[in-house]
T-cell receptor, first 116, second 107 residues
Framework: KAGVTQTPRYLIKTRGQQVTLSCSPI?????VSWYQQTPGQGLQFLFE???????NKGNFPGRFSGRQFSNSRSEMNVSTLELGDSALYLC???????????????FGPGTRLLVL | SQQGEEDPQALSIQEGENATMNCSYK?????LQWYRQNSGRGLVHLIL?????REKHSGRLRVTLDTSKKSSSLLITASRAADTASYFC???????FGTGTRLQVTL
C-alpha cells in the first residue's frame, strides 16, 4: 500500500496570504488528522476529519480550517498568514473506525511552510 | 500544549551501545505510543503499549510503562547510526506529544 502523501513538500508565502495544503491518506483509511510542528511549541494537534466531518479540533484560531472529500483526501487552509505559522505541517491517517479509542496513526512526510 | 516531557532532551552514544529515553505524561491514558522522526520529516510509528501492559518488545526496541508514575521508557539496544533521530512519546486519541529526545548515534 502506498503511504500517506502530502503536497506540496515545501512552500514559501508572505504575511497576509493564504495557503492550502493537501493530504492523501493510505487507501482504506477514513480518518485524517493534521498536526503543526514548530521548534517552540513542538507537535500540536490541529484537527481530525472522518467521513468528511470534522470530528475533533485542537486549540488553534479560526484562520486554520480544513475539509475532507468523499475519497478521504483532506486539505487544510490557513488564511491571513502570520510569521508564526511557519512550521512543518504533518497529516496522519488511520482507519478511524475505533471511534475515540487511540489507534496507530501513519504520518506523511509533511509540508514545510515558511512565511516571510 | 505538551502532554509531558521526554528525558533526556538530547542523547549522544556510540554505535553498539544501548539508548534509553524516558517519557512522562500528565493524564490517565488508555495506551501510549512511541514515534521516531528523522531530521524534520514525518513521524514513523514504532510501538504502542496499552495501559494494562508493563513491557513490550519489538525487534531492538523495548518499551516499559508505569501508569502509577505516569511514565514510560524506550530502550533501543545495539544502536546503529541509522537510529539517529528524534523520538517522541504520544498519548490520547488526539495525539499529544512529548517534547522529544534527540538521539545521535556516532560510528
Amino acid at each position: 500500500k502506498a503511504g500517506v502523501t502530502q503536497t506540496p513538500r515545501y512552500l514559501i508565502k508572505t504575511r497576509g496570504q493564504q495557503v492550502t495544503l493537501s493530504c492523501s491518506p493510505i487507501s482504506g483509511h477514513r480518518s485524517v488528522s493534521w498536526y503543526q510542528q514548530t521548534p517552540g511549541q513542538g507537535l500540536q494537534f490541529l484537527f481530525e476529519y472522518f467521513s468528511e466531518t470534522q470530528r475533533n479540533k485542537g486549540n488553534f484560531p479560526g484562520r486554520f480550517s480544513g475539509r475532507q472529500f468523499s475519497n478521504s483526501r483532506s486539505e487544510m487552509n490557513v488564511s491571513t498568514l502570520e510569521l508564526g505559522d511557519s512550521a512543518l505541517y504533518l497529516c496522519a491517517s488511520s482507519t478511524g473506525t475505533s471511534g475515540t479509542t487511540q489507534e496507530t496513526q501513519y504520518f506523511g512526510p509533511g509540508t514545510r511552510l515558511l512565511v516571510l | 500544549s505538551q502532554q509531558g516531557e521526554e528525558d533526556p532532551q538530547a542523547l549522544s552514544i556510540q554505535e553498539g551501545e544501548n539508548a534509553t529515553m524516558n517519557c512522562s505524561y500528565k493524564t490517565s491514558i488508555n495506551n501510549l505510543q512511541w514515534y521516531r522522526q528523522n531530521s524534520g520529516r514525518g513521524l514513523v510509528h514504532l510501538i504502542l503499549i496499552r495501559s494494562n501492559e508493563r513491557e513490550k518488545h519489538s525487534g531492538r526496541l523495548r518499551v516499559t510503562l508505569d501508569t502509577s508514575k505516569k511514565s514510560s521508557s524506550l530502550l533501543i539496544t545495539a544502536s546503529r547510526a541509522a537510529d539517529t533521530a528524534s523520538y517522541f512519546c504520544a498519548t490520547g486519541y488526539r495525539l499529544t506529544f512529548g517534547t522529544g529526545t534527540r538521539l545521535q548515534v556516532t560510528l
